[in-house]
């Protein structure tokens, strides 16, 4: 109560009107699974933006969850893919929760972190080293990082107000440089098997051999003539790329099989063996090749065959700068660098030791044919032999170059000087770039390449968008991680690599690094705000997951956190490839009211096709739950939560995996399984809006989702209420709140009713409330609302009638 204690005249505000309810949204949409990239803990990231998606997660390009498929990955990017078809289909806001689970082996110890990481481009005698490494683990994180050297004018001034940890250089207008080769442009390199390369970097030979065979399978001696039935096929998996080859029928000599194949199978080929046997092998050579053929006792291939390519580098015609440099440091550390600098775009050979002493030449070899190298020899330059100053406590002491006293910063310099510092710029394996500039090499400059990009950024938004770091170890010499980061030139390119995707996604993980699918749905808790519930591909990414662990495990997982958070619902996709009884088997396993199931998967084009390579399938199956997610989201803006998400055009579909039709929708629908359908001249569309439950008091997603909304809007809207005094003034305004917010429900359409009364209730009075429920502090509101449901079954009664009837 106010104070009335000196006279005058008292102005106060007041509210003669109850409280309002404000509607929540019921769109926000939250999906946990594998990525490229991205975060995995702390607060899952919202997304606005499928551009902003890839940025911070990555893009669609394939996943890998074995080390024989790192080079090729063979795995949908299911998550990737559902939330483009989120954001088609009119969603606006998904968060993530990315999982991720290391590489182990059979007795459980990790084998791989999955992080990207460079070579070490810096090794001292003092023990100092230093390499980027990646924040997070992924595929996402291969890429390279653009190291430019820049330069200041320095002068008494600028030397002066320069802060602790500057590179001061004095002299060497012309630098001391490398002895340089340079070949071909990239980005990638064609050899062949055996291709040897012989630099030799000051007298010393260093001598490489690039190494890679196809996979080769061989079936079982066969008898001539092998006699074929009609309608036989031979399927083969060569590098991802599952194809199906149409054999002739009739009694075949084995050359005969052979050419057959050869005239069908695309990136691959088939030979005779031993006079008698058939094998068949990849075109591509290097240890991603792949082949796998299918069970075919005709041709010798009983109970089904595969087999990986073999050597030092993923495929001969693509060999990339990495693996270049790793082949030179396994022959000879810290002798040769091979970058190729943006300036020219050309592969690059060059010397660690500078000046005239440092030559390099290729020796005549397949190798420098293959990558374009002169024969002729390189010398390095000596330079003008630069004195190079760092800035300790304010005074410039000699760190490298030529000795001479420290310059005396009252007096004007007599020689051409410069501060040193380097611009960088990381790209990601999804091309995403990212821009530093006048970073230092000392710990003490303000800029230190280590403080701006550290393990442990202090902002979360640095942790976000910085996705390498630089790990170093013993003692900082600004001097050696200057060389390193410029690999003695002007400019440098270093690839980062290693980054990979794991092991098959799991439910639940004790391994340390992991994120499984349990704590992935964890960390969502923490948002109040999601009302759609999903893990996009869960159901498809262990093909040997035949007892349905992983599927049936994460499917319970989403359904119990969708019922404990109380505010959501689970969208659920059955596993691929399902006929009608096999998912009518999967249903029966569930009965809930807060999840959805839909089915069958949903066929699009491949957004990663290229003209001309048939590798990269121009189709794709990908699970419904993506599109789902934004057709529920476009129902909710365009209509409102009242009404079903159904009769929706899936607005990315070709076609969907399997043609349902009425019959089998007859048998279906009725067990809670919604039926995504193509409807003559009307497209594909969504065609079931039911829960996966027995209670028919909750058959409807629209009547589960509308309560949702109702429930939250009034819990969040009324916490006002909170220990107010618990009587009728309180009372009588709770009641017109709530009966206000749902008579703006009723105009909308959302609720029955010719009246108000007929479409609803509000009670809260000493009807709704024992003196007990006064005593212990509780206010009891009840309400009914007479809600829409669908029109699911629309029925037009028509017959005959007379000229003369009347009714």
């Not at 390099?360 to 990558?371: E, H, I, K, N, V």
């Not at 065609?687 to 997603?701: I, K």
């Amino acid at each position: 109560m106010p104070e009335y204690l000196a006279p005058g005249v008292y102005v106060e505000e007041t509210s003669f009107r109850p409280k309002s309810i404000e509607g929540v949204s019921t769109s926000t949409t939250a999906f946990v699974g594998p990525t490229r990239k991205g975060p995995l803990s702390g607060t899952p990231e919202v997304m606005t933006s499928f551009g902003e998606f890839t940025r911070m997660y990555g893009g669609l390009s394939n996943l890998s969850f074995a080390s024989g498929t790192d080079a090729a990955p063979e795995m949908t990017n299911y998550l990737a893919h559902a939330v483009r078809s989120f954001f088609e289909n009119g969603g606006a806001r998904v968060y993530i929760a990315r999982t991720f689970q290391p590489r182990i082996d059979a007795a459980g110890t990790v084998t791989s972190s999955g992080l990207a990481q460079s070579a070490q481009f810096v090794t001292t005698a003092g023990g100092f080293t230093a390499q980027f490494r990646s924040r997070e683990p992924g595929s996402g994180y291969n890429g390279e990082i653009r190291v430019s050297e820049r330069l200041s004018p320095a002068n008494v001034a600028t030397m002066a107000a320069a802060p602790d940890g500057s590179l001061l250089r004095i002299g060497g207008e012309v630098i001391a440089r490398s002895a340089t080769l340079r070949g071909s442009t990239g980005p990638t390199f064609f050899l062949t098997h055996n291709d040897q390369l012989t630099l030799t970097a000051t007298g010393v030979d260093v001598t490489i051999q690039f190494q890679g065979t196809s996979a080769v399978v061989t079936g079982s001696a066969l008898a001539e003539p092998v006699t074929v039935p009609d309608d036989t096929t031979l399927v083969v998996t060569v590098d991802s790329m599952e194809q199906t080859i149409n054999l002739p029928a009739g009694d075949q000599s084995i050359a005969a099989l052979v050419d057959a194949i050869n005239r069908s199978i695309r990136y691959g080929r088939a030979w005779i063996e031993n006079g008698d046997q058939i094998s068949l092998g990849t075109d591509r050579h290097g240890t991603s090749a792949a082949l796998a053929v299918q069970a075919n006792d005709l041709l010798g291939f009983a109970g089904g065959v595969s087999s990986n390519g073999g050597g030092n580098v993923a495929d001969l015609e693509h060999v990339t700068i990495a693996e270049i440099q790793a082949l030179l440091d396994g022959a000879r550390p810290n002798t040769l660098r091979v970058t190729m600098p943006p300036s020219t775009g050309q592969l690059t050979f060059a010397t660690v030791a500078t000046g005239t002493a440092a030559t390099l030449q290729a020796q005549d070899t397949p190798g420098r044919t293959a990558l374009g190298l002169p024969s002729a020899v390189a010398t390095g330059e000596d330079g003008a032999n630069p004195s190079y100053f760092l800035k300790t406590n304010g005074s410039w002491a000699l760190v490298g170059g030529v000795n001479i006293p420290a310059p005396d910063t009252s007096q004007p310099l007599t020689t051409t000087a410069h501060l040193v510092s380097v611009n960088l710029e990381t790209e990601d394996g999804d091309g995403n770039l990212m821009a530093y500039e006048n970073l230092g090499f000392a710990t003490t400059h303000p800029r230190y390449i280590g403080a701006i990009l550290p393990q442990r950024p202090s902002r979360k938004a640095d942790a976000l968008q910085n996705l390498y770091w630089l790990q170093t170890s013993g003692t900082n010499e600004p001097f050696a991680l200057f060389n390193g980061l410029l690999g003695g030139g002007t400019e440098n390119t270093i690839p980062v690599a290693g980054g990979n995707d794991g092991g098959t996604p799991v439910s639940s993980s004790m391994t340390a690094g992991a994120v499984s699918y349990e704590r992935g749905l964890e960390l969502l808790e923490i948002i109040e705000d999601i009302s759609i519930i999903a893990a996009p591909g869960s159901s498809g990414f262990d093909p040997n997951d035949t007892a349905d662990i992983l599927y049936r495990d994460v499917q319970n997982r989403l359904i119990s956190h969708a019922e404990r958070m109380k505010y959501r619902i689970a969208v659920l996709d059955t596993k691929p490839g399902l006929t009608v009884g096999e998912v009518r088997e999967a249903r029966g396993l569930i009965d809930s009211t807060y999840a959805a199931v839909y089915y069958p998967w949903i066929t699009i084009a491949n957004p990663l096709a290229r003209p001309g390579n048939d590798l990269i399938p121009k189709e794709i199956n990908i699970p419904p739950s993506g599109a789902m997610s934004g057709i529920y989201a476009r129902t909710d803006v365009q209509r409102g939560v009242w009404k079903a998400p159904a009769n929706e055009v899936v607005r990315d579909a070709l076609r969907f995996e399997v043609d349902v039709n009425k019959r089998q929708q007859d048998v279906l629908n009725p067990e809670g399984i919604n039926c995504l359908r193509y409807l003559s001249g009307r497209g594909y569309r969504v065609w079931g809006a039911r829960t996966a439950t027995s209670d028919l008091e909750w058959l409807y997603v629209s009547v589960r989702r509308y309560f949702i909304y109702l429930e939250r809007s009034i819990d969040v809207s009324t916490q006002w209420a909170v220990f107010e005094p618990n009587g009728p003034d309180l009372w009588a305004n709770i009641r017109e709140t709530v009966s206000n917010f749902l008579y703006a429900e009723w105009l909308t359409g959302a609720l029955l009713g010719a009246s108000r009364e007929e479409a609803f209730f509000v009670r809260c009075d000493r009807s709704t409330m024992t003196q007990q429920d006064l005593d212990l502090g509780r206010l009891i509101c009840e309400i009914g609302v007479a809600v829409v449901k669908p029109a699911e079954f629309v029925i037009f009664r028509i017959g005959q009638k007379t000229a003369d009837a009347r009714g």
